[in-house]
């Protein structure tokens, strides 16, 4: 990656990780997902990482879709 990157979420479920992501490029936030899961015993993590620059941005749109929630 060409810039810095930072993890601004991450959520044992790969859809909950997906529709996060998905929101924070409707709200044009370049995001990432990582998947750290065990594809054989199903335990880990799905990452989402930004841009450095946008994870302010990111951390703020995240708290407000699960404070709604």
């Known amino acids: ?8 979420y991450s959520h044992s479920d790969f859809l909950k990780a997906e529709l996060i992501r998905q929101l924070l490029i409707e ?10 899961k065990d594809s054989s ?18 951390k703020a749109v995240i708290t407000q879709h699960e404070s709604e929630q």
């Open 41 to 58: 015993y199903h335990f880990g993590e799905v990452q989402i990482w930004t841009a450095e620059t946008d994870a302010e941005a990111a």
């Open 1 to 8: 990656m060409d810039k810095n990157w930072v993890k601004v």
């Open 27 to 36: 709200n044009t936030i370049e995001a990432v997902l990582l998947n750290k």
